[in-house]
């Protein structure tokens, strides 16, 4: 009892310090002195004082109840970091109205980040006045206020002329109307130069574009989810670390569930991260959000794997040498990191071709620091692979339930006549754990995760499925770690760490393990067909210890 304590404080320290990289977002101090919202305002720092204290700042002159001075940024409309005081103008209240642009003045925006204009572009664009008139090509700049700014981490640009849904009209009082939408404020949109496609350095041809959030960016569940994730993280690090200190579990499953699990972590971790705007735009956006993509392309095709195992060692063939599981593991590896690769490859080719046009490609370190949340992206990159492997993982789980069922009879037909080990409720009781083991597995919350992608986002199952798989650390860590067997084996690595003598409860135990492996495998050597073939004792023999193994 004492040692299940131990454990239940080392998880939850665990768990505290996973929270430690965001704690400081937590630690803001108020602001020192607000004369106004964040949001309307921009950094004034390198303005020149007059005498009475004003601020000239870019042509507009700032009195001193209209600045003031912040310790924070703002990033994404919900996020607050930390940053040195500086001196911050209420633009807004001077202007009356104000835009924002998704990059600073002399920028442009291109592959999701903001570069350098040498020239000097208006941005120039019909408004619609109160009155209901239109009055066309207006400079931007000399009507409104101008702040600057990503709205979310993941957008999109307004193309009118493809999708005529995507019409849009900036208004008087600085709100964009998108087709039959409700209004947007400042915060939710932003306004940039892009070059064009026919566009060179020697030449640059620029266009103005409209970036508007894709659907729920804004939405507590982006918050909500990165949190769950990061809690799974911990569960997965200390799953990891028990199947890598722990020589009795470093077989060809323990290795392939390590590969698996690693994967998930790291792909949670990045993933998290993105969503918590802590990687925003840049080189960094780009290769966390390829890194992320990486990591769960690699998890889906380690659990394939682990589902093509399982089948092979029940599939009925002549058993696999221990002595060989190192090339099998070899051939695995070489197979998931391969097929992970290759699309991996695909999507590099596709985001940094100029020929390819924008709907193609998937957005990473361009629009989002992941995919880019439309069903085209989504689909190719993600769910195509994923259902594939899915399909395949279910009826690897099909075929191998039929044959386990088919193994059971025979065992139990070899053994009738040893009711102790095999009556009744036992073996229901081990089928069951067994069954449901495999099925989780084999891509139970996957599953959810493709299943929560074609239904309405907005569907109350939307967020149960999502919050599942976030989960899946935990779910995870109970299946393969939280179990009476696994423990055993913690007590005695931590026994024989610190040079302690191995309890005598633990050594009978292992003993009639062993004992009960070869006397299965001298069984099956007198089966009903005859058949007494050191093959054939090898196969029955590592199919009953595998059923073992997954059933303690």
Known sequence: MEKEKVAVVVVLALVLLQWCPVAPQTLVKDSLSVPCPYFDTINITGGVYDANGNILFDGILYQPDQYGTYDYEMVNRTLKFPVESHIRGCICNIKGNCVKYCCPRGYIYSHGECSRYNGSKPILLPIHEEDGNVTNEVNIEERFGIVYGKPCGAMYDLDPDAYPEEAYEIHYNGHLKVDKDSPKDKNEYCIALMNTQNSTVENPILTTKVFVCFPDQDSAKFVIYPIGMLLSVPFLVVTFLVYAIIPELRNLHGKCLMCYVLSLTIGYTLLSLIHLAVVKDGFPCTFVGFTAYFSFLISFFWLNVMCIDIWWTF??????????????????????????????????????????????????????????????????????????????????????????????????????????????????????????????????????????????????????????????????????????????????????????????????????????????????????????????????????????????
């Not at 009925?316 to 391969?338: E, L, M, N, P, T």
């Not at 070899?414 to 597995?441: H, Q």
């Not at 999502?466 to 989960?471: A, E, K, P, Q, S």
């Open 315 to 552: 599939r009925g063939v002549r058993g696999i040498q221990r002595d060989a599981d190192r090339k099998k593991f070899i051939i695995y590896s070489v197979y998931a990191w391969g097929c992970a690769i290759v699309i991996l490859s695909i999507a590099l080719t596709m985001q940094f071709t100029d020929a390819i046009p924008n709907d193609l490609r998937p957005g990473i370190g361009a629009e989002t620091c992941f995919l880019k949340s439309t069903k085209l992206t989504e689909f190719f990159y993600l769910y195509f692979p994923v259902i594939i492997l899915i399909s395949i993982n279910l009826i690897l789980f099909a075929l191998t339930s039929i044959q386990i069922r088919k193994l059971q009879k025979e065992t139990a037909a070899m053994n009738k006549g040893d009711s102790r080990r095999f009556n009744k409720m036992e073996a229901d009781r081990d089928r069951f754990g067994l069954y449901l083991r495999l099925f989780i597995v084999m891509g139970v919350t996957w599953t959810m995760e493709v299943i929560s992608w074609l239904i309405d986002p907005k569907s109350w199952i939307f967020y149960i499925t999502d919050v599942c798989n976030c989960l899946q650390g935990f779910f995870i860590f109970m299946l393969f770690v939280w179990k009476p067997k696994i423990k055993k084996l913690i007590i005695k690595r931590y026994r024989s760490y610190r040079g302690l003598p191995v309890s005598s409860k633990t050594s009978r135990s292992s003993t009639r393990t062993s004992t009960s492996h070869v006397s299965m495998a001298a069984t099956s050597s007198n089966n009903r067909y005859g058949m007494s073939t050191k093959s054939n004792n090898n196969s029955v023999s590592e199919k009953s210890h595998f059923m073992t193994e997954i059933g303690d």
